[in-house]
């Protein structure tokens, strides 16, 4: 279904197959594609963006955090999203917004100039992951014996392709296993994040996660948080170490494009039942918000038109 999907690139409708760059390209030869991605949902309101606001700040930061330009910022990278869900008439799905350099470089330093600037949508139909997560009730996970990234050796608090290879050795070790995600602690022993996705539990009935500082700063989390705040559930995000997973009550992952994934097996543990109520309580509540139910919420819904 790609095929008909039309693609922004620096200011330009192109079809799929012309996004593309040389193979020696800095982006290519060195991860340093910056990118962020953000869903849309289809309701009988009309078709959001899910805090598009906050998708464009944390891609303006992590060009910031690794001195790169963008082409594009707040308002008018917020319309170039928006044209392109448009012009391809997606009602559910996901964006992926790319900052890359597409100009040939030999060496590690990055070309000079701004960054080139790309987005993509993709139909929730034409993602396997998607597709996986909605047809599923829970998930296994795997505690990975890959650390998190340093904060000391690279930023990981920016959303960069060469960061993305400590997620996918996890990832490809849990799947070895036979679990579908992997968790992984940070270098000081307490746990961190997925590959893509946060992790939260509930231990005597405290929602907890993993505190900032050697995670993503993850916008399905922090809205996460701030739900069950609003829901009179008690949270706290602090130095978790990984036994309390094998004691929680429940465990969930969180990003966007899960939204929030009950997990029902961790390690050779099973948890029952699940979801459970808290995870239940949260997720029907981010279900209401994201159907624009919410009133108190709409503001993170962002119109299409
Ligand atoms: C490392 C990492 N953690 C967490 C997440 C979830 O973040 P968000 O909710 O902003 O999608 C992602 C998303 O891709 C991620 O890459």
């Known amino acids: 279904m790609t095929e008909n999907r039309i693609v922004f690139v620096n200011g330009r409708f192109v079809p799929?197959?012309?996004?593309?760059?040389?193979?020696?390209?800095?982006?290519?030869?060195?991860?340093?594609?910056?990118?962020?991605?953000?869903?849309?949902?289809g309701s009988e309101r009309g078709t959001y963006l899910f805090r598009l606001d906050e998708h464009v700040s944390r891609l303006e930061k992590t060009a910031d955090t690794l001195e790169m330009k963008l082409p594009l910022k707040g308002e008018a990278l917020a319309d170039a999203v928006r044209e392109t869900v448009r012009r391809n008439g997606v009602r559910s799905g996901f964006v992926k917004i790319v900052g890359y350099y597409s100009g040939i470089a030999f060496e590690i330093l990055p070309p000079e100039g701004t960054l080139d600037l790309a987005v993509f949508v993709v139909a929730a139909e034409e993602d396997p992951l998607q597709k996986g997560v909605a047809a599923r009730k829970g998930c296994s996970l795997a505690l990975s014996s890959w650390r998190k990234l340093d904060p000391r050796t690279v930023p990981v608090e920016a959303k960069v392709a060469a960061n993305y290879l400590n997620g996918m050795m996890a990832r490809l070790e849990a799947k070895k296993r036979g679990f579908d995600y992997a968790v992984l602690s940070d270098t000081k022993g307490y746990l961190a994040e997925g590959g893509t996705e946060s992790v939260f539990l509930v231990r005597e009935g405290k929602l907890a996660t993993p505190a900032l500082g050697n995670i993503l700063d993850s916008i399905t989390r922090k809205s996460v948080l701030e739900v069950s705040r609003f829901l009179g559930l008690s949270t706290m995000e602090g130095n978790l170490p990984p036994e309390f997973l094998m004691d929680a009550e429940e465990i969930f992952l969180s990003g966007t494009l899960g939204k929030v994934l009950p997990v029902e097996r961790f390690e050779n543990r099973t948890l029952s039942p699940v979801p459970g109520k808290v995870t239940r309580s949260i997720n029907d509540f981010m279900e209401r918000i994201l159907s624009g139910r919410e009133e108190g919420f709409r503001h993170w819904l962002f119109p299409v038109s």
């Open 16 to 41: 799929w197959e012309n996004a593309t760059v040389h193979l020696m390209s800095h982006s290519v030869a060195r991860g340093s594609a910056v990118f962020e991605v953000l869903s849309v949902y």
